[in-house]
């Protein structure tokens, strides 16, 4: 008896540790699974924490000059009247008395402070004092109120704080609005990043229940399809389930977060852990057709389907491992809940399954009609059979398509365009991000590019001249993107009369009386500065790729003004850190792509040590890859986080078909001998259940189509055509390579048996003598 002929005993005799198990396993999950964090479209979701450049932005910018800014946004006739003004004023000094705000802010808080001067009464005037205020203020101004009907509240706080104590400051934001009893007729309104970002998060959160149930009720459909000829057809659907449930646990376990990308993983792994569970379904119903025992049949599925998948598991995990080599930590995520979960469906597929099939059979046992070993298959294997055979026999012709095809595809894919701005990967009539672009447009772009100045004393007034240069010389050579350019030197400037002091002293004395808003935000202690680049909306006008650009001529502008000797000038901000999200989506996507074929291939070479078994799988992949490239391209489609994993999702589903095909096609050659008849069975036999489970990946996958997330919903409609095309490959262009590479293996292989009875004869003394006389 066989290592898997004994693990199928086991199973049959010890239903009770089994299901016991896993509700234990279960109940451990749910509780983990209450860990996980859920994580919006942040920097750290697409830069890793342990890069250069990622360390230079967080622990020299954010922890010393990062600020979030909360916008409250103020719309009606007149927002300068007295009670809108005391309205504001009230708002601002409750939000000063919150923890961690660093600074408010408003046109209240101008006007009231220039009362305190005239009065020494911090105070909203009358209306008459107040439009003499602001005659006075001149356009400086205009960031606070670009117009009569328009203006808004800044309340700052520390990039450096916790998730949780920003969603504090945003609910206190909220309710003080309500609090402030702004007169009827105006309009107010929680905007800026930080509210944009928190919406997405309660969006992402409701919208993945109602995918995930979608994505249950079409597979249901679909198992009602194609997978209608066994008894319980719908069963794969609560073993799939189960390892779910058990993924979710390790998630929280390991304390991976659930972002857009890592969620989209979820349908694959039903779609893949529902295929386990069909392998062992449809033998299991096969053996028990040829008329076999239940105990035997469950015996004889053990050992004949869970090496196959076990293979067959171990070249996706090789596949979707490649993505741990990506920089980019949300991919990174995605791989690794792929990986994990395909375990947990794996699991459930072979133990829970495999007992509830048993015991069911057991319990509820049913006549079938025996039908030994004959060929006969389901309907839908019978007409797979027949299109292998079509295939074949017009072998030239498929495969010189497929390639013509794929090489297309191949070229093609270079030229994809590619997607990083967050904006675009969601909703576009969604209500925050609505307020943030009205803001926007009304007073003017955020985009900030930072360069991070350190030298033992900033306030040399080399320093700050080479500062104020700099800023200048940006602002003339980049006017068409440099909308302003701030830091120390430009405050220093303004209280000097608008020059800068040639004395260490009275610099230090200017910086000693500058407010703490003005100063804070650009100077930490003696050492450090940051001169900002106020860019306006250039991620939105010139998209990921024109930003690059962007960045790297400035990068180019401070290598030709160099800043003096000793001090040093480093180029960061958001813009700049996410530049290196690019290049993971364009040579890093490539390298996955080819990591994950070479893994695949020297796995199975290890596994089946044959040249051709391990080439089998592969070749078809490179197919469906170079065909993606097509549909991306003339799809207009664009590579996102999500859709830059095509090349190892492609490798995981469509290799899997493959191997399961390759592993039956060669135990029907084992006992028929004749390749073409070997094909025929195997088809008619395993393609109902790879139809099965690639439609159930198919449908799973069609759910994410209807995401309100833009980047969910494209790789949903990406996945389902790679699915397809695999299935596609599986069926046409597999079965050829399979064939022809067989039979000319066969082919050599009697050549060489030939060749040895030649050698053989040759050497044979009496053969010598008969050709001698």
């Not at 198990?21 to 749910?30: E, F, G, I, K, P």
């Not at 079409?218 to 000829?229: C, T």
């Not at 800068?500 to 200017?510: A, H, N, S, V, W």
């Not at 391990?614 to 197919?623: D, I, N, Q, T």
Request: hydrophobic share 50%.
């Amino acid at each position: 008896m066989t290592c898997m002929e004994r693990l199928g005993v086991w199973i049959t005799k010890n239903p009770v540790i089994i299901i016991a198990a896993a509700l234990l396993l279960t109940l451990v999950s749910v509780h983990y699974a209450q860990q996980i964090e859920s994580q919006g479209m942040t920097t750290e979701s697409f830069v890793s924490k342990d890069s250069a450049i990622y360390q230079l932005y967080d622990h020299l910018y954010v922890e010393n000059f990062g600020i979030d800014a909360n916008v409250i946004l103020i719309e009606g006739d007149n927002v300068a009247k007295a009670d809108v003004l005391s309205a504001c004023l009230r708002l601002s000094d409750h939000m000063k008395q919150v923890n961690h705000i660093v600074a408010v802010q408003s046109l209240a808080d101008t006007v009231a402070d220039a009362e305190y001067q005239i009065s020494g009464i911090r105070r909203i005037p009358s209306q008459e004092k107040i439009d003499a205020i602001l005659a006075s203020a001149g356009s400086s101004l205009q960031s606070l109120m670009p117009d009569k009907d328009h203006s808004r509240m800044i309340v700052a706080m520390p990039a450096s704080i916790q998730d949780s104590q920003r969603k504090e400051i945003l609910s206190e934001i909220n309710s003080a609005v309500g609090f402030a009893e702004f007169p009827a007729g105006y309009g107010v309104k929680v905007t800026g990043d930080r509210s944009f970002q928190e919406a997405i998060v309660d969006l992402m959160n409701s919208s993945n229940s109602q995918i995930l149930a979608l994505c249950g009720v079409l597979m249901v459909l679909a198992l009602l399809l194609v997978f209608r000829h066994v008894r319980w057809p719908l069963l794969p659907i609560p073993v799939v389930i189960l390892g779910i449930i058990w993924t979710f646990g390790a998630m929280g376990f390991l304390h991976i977060p659930m972002s857009m990308v890592s969620f989209a993983a979820f349908p694959i792994m039903i779609g893949i852990g529902i295929d386990y569970a069909i392998q062992f379904h449809n033998r299991m119903d096969e053996e028990l057709g040829k008329g076999e025992s239940v105990l035997d049949a469950a015996v004889s599925t053990v050992s004949h389907v869970a090496i196959p998948v076990i293979i067959a598991l171990t070249v996706t995990e090789a596949g979707f491992a490649s993505l741990l080599s990506s920089i980019v930590p949300c991919i990174n995520d995605f791989g690794k809940v792929c990986m994990i979960g395909l375990i947990m469906c794996y699991l459930s597929a072979l133990f829970v399954n495999m007992t509830a099939l048993y015991t069911s059979e057991q319990k509820l046992p049913v006549k079938r009609k025996a039908d030994g070993h004959s060929n006969s298959g389901s309907g839908i294997g019978n007409f797979i059979a027949k299109v292998a055979y079509f295939c074949v026999k017009r072998s030239k012709v498929v495969l010189g398509v497929a390639l013509v095809l794929a090489l297309a595809g191949n070229y093609f894919d270079s030229q994809v365009p590619i997607e990083t701005t967050f904006e675009n990967y969601i909703p576009q009539d969604l209500t925050p991000l609505i307020d943030l672009n009205h803001m926007k447009n009304l007073f003017g772009g955020t985009d900030s590019i930072e360069f991070i100045v350190q030298a033992d004393d900033i306030t040399d007034p080399e320093i700050l001249e080479w500062m104020d240069d700099f800023g200048n010389y940006l602002l003339t050579t980049r006017s068409d993107r440099t909308e302003s350019v701030t830091s120390i030197a430009t405050y220093i400037k303004q209280a000097n009369g608008g020059v800068l002091p040639d004395d260490k002293t009275r610099i230090r004395e200017i910086i000693s009386s500058l407010p703490q808003a003005a100063r804070d935000p650009y100077l930490s202690g003696h050492n450090l500065a940051v001169i900002d680049v106020n860019v306006g909306n250039s991620q939105k006008d010139l998209g990921s790729e024109g930003m690059a650009r962007l960045i790297t001529s400035y990068e180019e502008d401070l290598a030709w003004m160099t800043p003096p000797p000793g001090v040093s000038a480093r180029i960061t901000g958001k813009p700049a850190v996410m530049t290196t999200v690019i290049d993971a989506l364009t040579s890093g996507r490539v390298e996955m792509s080819l990591l994950g074929l070479v893994l695949i291939f020297i796995l199975l070479l290890l596994i089946y040590r044959d040249l051709i078994k391990a080439l089998l799988p592969v070749m078809p992949m490179l197919v469906v890859i170079g065909w993606m490239g097509l549909v991306m391209y003339y799809g207009g489609l664009k590579y996102t986080p999500l859709t830059a994993t095509l090349g190892a999702l492609v490798l995981g589903v469509g290799s899997e078909y493959a191997i399961l095909m390759m592993e039956r096609f060669y135990e029907e050659l084992h006992n028929i001998g004749d390749p073409y008849e070997a094909l025929a069975v195997t088809a008619s036999r395993i393609g109902s259940a790879l139809m099965a489970s690639g439609m159930t990946v198919v449908f799973g996958f069609a759910a994410l189509i209807a995401s309100p997330f833009n980047i969910i919903s494209n790789f949903g409609l990406v996945t389902v055509l790679s699915v397809i095309f695999a299935l596609v490959t599986t069926f046409t262009v597999f079965v050829v390579l399979m064939i022809r590479m067989e039979i000319r293996r066969e082919v050599l292989e009697n050549a060489r048996q030939e060749l040895k009875k030649a050698i053989a004869q040759i050497n044979n003394p009496s053969w010598r003598r008969v050709n001698e006389n």
